[in-house]
């Protein structure tokens, strides 16, 4: 076929297409815009895609990305927060297939960046086992990646860590103390965690520092919580402190201490005051529980 042929050829197909919107492949009456009579390759690509341990985030497909990847690189638990599609794409389609026997979590982001990936219920989406996948398509519209499918080899489970108090301590001391026994050590799967503490016991001479009693707060790693002070109830000599399912937000895959400490409030009439927490008596008890 000569130059001249193939122009008019080419030409004739892309004037049909403007005509009618619609192509068929192995089909000379297509139905839909593109109407394909057989069977359908996404190519994957011929180099793995390298990611690192921790949050990934602007990953690059390079400079022809192609529609399927093998993930590569991790040495431990890893997440894709955010993924550079084509400029101006609407629709890429793009499937990743965890090559690792590592856990993949992918991020839900609603932020305005427009990388970002939004999970179905508006949570993360832990991928555990070999060859887990993940099929992300980029919407225009919402200027976002959504989940199109995913493929894991364990069910998703709700992860609770528990740490009860069991040695009787007191507190006199009007600075901040261990409130003992209360240490959790996660790796959190979730970008949010829920957070409970629990503490009821008792305070001497009450009668005498009417209006002061017991104080709480959460060490994350060291670092008191922002803002989070857990002030006690006073009640007939007895402090009561709760803390119900309280939200905090996290790096998934870092590993992260949890303690809690306690001190008395201050006042005129903090000297008389002994705080007493007693495992040993069944009306005291103090526990904190994470939900992840």
């Not at 609603?110 to 070999?130: D, V």
């Not at 001497?204 to 922002?226: C, Q, W, Y």
Request: glycine share 8%; charged share 20%; aromatic share 8%.
């Amino acid at each position: 076929m000569n130059n001249r042929m193939v122009l008019t050829v080419i030409s004739a197909f892309f004037i049909s297409v403007s005509a009618f919107s619609q192509v068929g492949i192995n089909n000379t009456n297509p139905t839909t815009t593109l109407d394909v009579k057989g069977g359908i390759s996404l190519r994957e690509s011929g180099a793995p895609l390298k990611i690192n341990d921790g949050i990934n985030e602007n990953i690059d497909l390079g400079e022809v990305p192609y529609s399927q990847y093998l993930i590569e690189g991790p040495t431990g638990s890893f997440s894709i927060k955010s993924i550079k599609p084509i400029s101006g794409a609407d629709g890429q389609i793009v499937r990743l297939i965890n090559s690792t026997n590592y856990e993949m979590t992918i991020v839900n982001d609603k932020t305005a960046n427009p990388l970002r990936i939004l999970c179905p219920n508006e949570s993360n989406l832990n991928l555990k086992g070999k060859n887990s996948s993940v099929t992300l398509q980029y919407s225009k519209s919402l200027r976002k990646w959504t989940v199109l499918g995913y493929a894991t080899t364990e069910k998703q489970v709700t992860r609770k860590f528990h740490a009860i108090g069991i040695n009787d301590i007191e507190r006199e001391n009007s600075g901040w103390g261990n409130f003992d026994d209360l240490e959790i050590e996660i790796t959190p799967t979730n970008s949010t965690i829920y957070l409970t503490f629990y503490a009821i016991g008792e305070q001497e001479n009450s009668s005498m520092a009417l209006g002061h009693t017991a104080k709480f707060r959460i060490l994350v790693d060291g670092i008191p919580i922002p803002k989070l002070e857990i002030r006690a109830i006073q009640s007939q000599g007895f402090f009561n402190a709760s803390l119900p399912m309280y939200p905090l937000e996290v790096t998934p895959g870092k590993k992260i201490i949890f303690k809690v400490q306690w001190s008395k409030t201050s006042g005129a009439a903090h000297n008389f005051l002994r705080l007493q927490n007693h495992p040993s008596n069944p009306g005291h008890r103090r526990y904190l529980t994470i939900i992840d």
